[in-house]
C-alpha cells in the first residue's frame, strides 16, 4: 500500500516548472537578494506547496498553465517565498552547500572524532526518520534537495524542492518516491540511496529533472494555504 494517497499523475500539475526568463521575485536572504523565478531556478517550491495545498483541500489543481500575472501565477510566486521558510530556511540550505558530504574526523590520542557531520549522516540518520513519521501517517512531505557544494550565496537558487509521497526500503537501498515539478505528471520520479553507512559519502541516485547531482535532502516547514478560487 502507499504511504500517502498522493500521485503526482492525478495529484501534481499539468504543466512543468518553465516560466519566464525574468526573475519574478527576489526573496531577501541574509546573504542578500536571491532572484529567483528564471528558467534556472523555477518556481519549484511553489508547485511543490501549492500541490500539497490542493491536496489538503481535495481538489485537483488547475490543468492550464497560468500566464504572469494571473492569480494561480501569483499564488504560485507567493507558495515559492513560503517554501523558502525566510530567513532560517535559506540559512540551512546554505548551511548544507558547504558541508562535506561524509562526516569529517580526526584521530587524537588513539580515539577517532568526528569533527563535523556531513550530508549522507543529516540526510539519512536525522531526516529520514522524520519523513518516514509523516509518510507513516499518510502526509506526503516537501524536501529541500541540496545540489550544490558553494560558498556562493548565489548558488541558493540552483538548489531544488520536490514532495516525497511514497517509499519502499530494503537493507541495502532505500526508494523515495517524489513529485518533481520539473518532470510534471510521472510517477516514476525517485530518489534512491543506500542507508547502511551514513557516516560515509552516499551517493543519492536520482531521475529528477534538474542535471544535477543530490547531495542530500530535508524536510522543509510547511503549513497550508487555501490555493485561489477555492
Same mark, same amino acid.
Given at each position: 500500500?502507499?504511504?500517502?494517497?498522493?500521485? +503526482?499523475? &492525478?495529484?501534481?500539475?499539468?504543466?512543468?516548472?518553465v516560466w519566464p526568463s525574468e526573475p519574478d521575485v527576489a526573496l531577501p536572504t541574509p546573504?542578500? +537578494?536571491i532572484d529567483i523565478g528564471n528558467a534556472d531556478a523555477g518556481l519549484c517550491g511553489g508547485m511543490v506547496f501549492g500541490a500539497l495545498d490542493y491536496w489538503h483541500s481535495g481538489t485537483a489543481p488547475p490543468a492550464a498553465r497560468p500566464a504572469p500575472g494571473e492569480p494561480l501565477y501569483r499564488y504560485l510566486v507567493? &507558495?515559492?517565498v513560503d517554501s523558502w521558510?525566510?530567513?532560517?530556511?535559506?540559512?540551512?540550505?546554505?548551511?548544507?552547500?558547504?558541508? +562535506?558530504?561524509g562526516d569529517a574526523s580526526l584521530d587524537i590520542a588513539g580515539q577517532h572524532i568526528t569533527t563535523e557531520r556531513g550530508l549522507a549522516w543529516r540526510s539519512i540518520g536525522v531526516q529520514w526518520p522524520q519523513i518516514t513519521a509523516d509518510l507513516g501517517q499518510g502526509t506526503p512531505v516537501a524536501l529541500g534537495v541540496v545540489t550544490v557544494a558553494s560558498a556562493s550565496p548565489g548558488d541558493l537558487g540552483l538548489n531544488h524542492q520536490v514532495?516525497?509521497?511514497d517509499y519502499q526500503a530494503a537493507p541495502d537501498q532505500v526508494t523515495v518516491r517524489v513529485y518533481d515539478p520539473n518532470s510534471g505528471q510521472k510517477d516514476g520520479i525517485h530518489i534512491q540511496f543506500d542507508p547502511r553507512n551514513p557516516a560515509d559519502p552516499t551517493a543519492f541516485r536520482h531521475n529528477l529533472n534538474i542535471g544535477r547531482p543530490v547531495r542530500g535532502f530535508? &524536510?522543509?516547514s510547511y503549513t497550508a494555504a487555501t490555493p485561489p478560487g477555492l
Open positions: 500500500m502507499p504511504a500517502t494517497n498522493f500521485l +503526482p499523475s &492525478r495529484d501534481g500539475f499539468a504543466f512543468t516548472n546573504f542578500g +537578494p507567493r &507558495r515559492l521558510n525566510l530567513p532560517a530556511g535559506a540559512a540551512q540550505y546554505y548551511q548544507w552547500m558547504n558541508l +562535506p558530504d514532495l516525497a509521497y530535508f &524536510r522543509t
